[in-house]
């Protein structure tokens, strides 16, 4: 039963955190949204239509509550190829991603030349990564390195999932942003699988944030299936950042409940009972709750689920229906081009 909107007002979390009711509202669209990509990116797929697919249901709390930690236009964000909801926050519309999905010429990210999910924009100041694992944490510390001798104010944020602690790569960010007290915020996504590799196969540690006093900074947990426990968290860390107290790493516990990608077996790797313990602990739900309890109706949210279905088919019509790469581009901005220099400069 829903509470008076007076008795859920008076004190309510989001409230505490900094948020407005509307921001809550925005927040579940958002997921809402993720939630909704990610299952025609699969279908599809499985029609034919897009060759390859990777869905991030079961991370919408975590990547949209530490989305909205970010000041946009501001901060820089290095994410990683399941960071869909971190970018539907800083402003990547759906039709842009479905150039990527249907690797199509228009593309913003690379013209239809990468894998989908690369995520990049000057404007969003979404920093180019790849889909190698954990090379985006130097990446993200060089920037962090670059604000601090400029003196410029902003923080960056770096994104991956638990599995991309184990290179070297996240080390050793860690260790030089440490030690220079540099303004980023780690923040991993704990889904418990590498792959098919479990969390237990993967570390020794109960948590990944437990890695964090080996580098001398704060290591904060957040329920990932919570997105304004998730925003909080990163929150903290950010607020860390910005006062020039240095690193934190953020541990989102989350779970994911599509195969690893279109290619994947799940089932050869967990059972269906593991499955349904975490799709009982559903995000979206768990957000359909919370507005609930503040006095939102049941017509918005049929309202916003029309919204969005719409918004997504007219995406699909005109991402598909625009031009695919053309063979002779295959090579643009991977090599120097013969062009002109600029007048007054010596080759």
């Known amino acids: 039963m829903a509470v008076s909107a007076k008795k859920a007002k008076a004190g309510a979390r989001h409230e505490r955190l900094g948020l407005a009711l509307e921001d809550v509202k925005t927040m579940y669209r958002q997921m809402?949204?993720?939630?909704?990509?990610?299952?025609?990116m699969m279908q599809l797929n499985r029609m034919g239509r897009v060759a390859f697919s990777a869905a991030s249901d079961g991370h919408e709390a975590a990547e949209v509550g530490a989305g909205w930690a970010i000041q946009r236009g501001k901060d820089w964000c290095v994410p990683y190829y399941r960071d869909l909801?971190?970018?539907?926050?800083?402003?990547?519309?759906?039709v842009d991603e479905f150039r990527g999905v249907f690797a199509k010429a228009t593309d913003p990210t690379s013209g239809g030349r990468q894998l989908l999910n690369q995520f990049s924009s000057v404007e969003n100041r979404i920093l180019s990564g790849s889909v190698n694992i954990a090379t985006q944490f130097p990446h993200a510390v060089g920037l962090a390195l670059a604000a601090k001798i400029k003196k410029e104010d902003h923080i960056v944020f770096v994104f991956g999932g638990e599995a991309a602690t184990s290179p070297g790569d996240w080390h050793e960010s860690m260790n030089f942003a440490s030690v220079h007290k540099l303004p980023v915020v780690f923040v991993i996504e704990n889904n418990l699988l590498a792959i098919s590799t479990t969390f237990e196969q993967q570390m020794a540690v109960k948590n990944v944030a437990d890695r964090a006093a080996a580098y001398a900074m704060p290591g904060l947990i957040a329920d990932g299936m919570d997105v304004l426990d998730s925003f909080e968290k990163v929150k903290e860390a950010a607020a860390r950042a910005r006062a020039g107290r240095g690193p934190s790493l953020v541990e989102l516990k989350c779970y994911r409940y599509l195969p690893h990608t279109s290619d994947d077996d799940d089932s050869k790797y967990r059972s269906k009972e593991t499955l349904a313990y975490w799709r009982a602990r559903d995000p979206i739900d768990k957000g359909r709750a919370y507005l609930t309890e503040q006095g939102v109706s049941a017509v918005w949210f049929d309202e916003v689920r029309a919204s969005v279905v719409a918004e997504i088919e007219q995406a699909i019509d005109q991402a598909e229906s625009e031009p695919d790469p053309r063979p002779e581009d295959a090579a643009r901005h991977v090599y120097a081009e013969d062009r002109p220099l600029p007048r007054g400069t010596r080759a």
């Open 85 to 94: 909801g971190v970018a539907i926050v800083l402003g990547l519309s759906t």
């Open 32 to 40: 809402l949204l993720m939630r909704l990509v990610g299952e025609r």
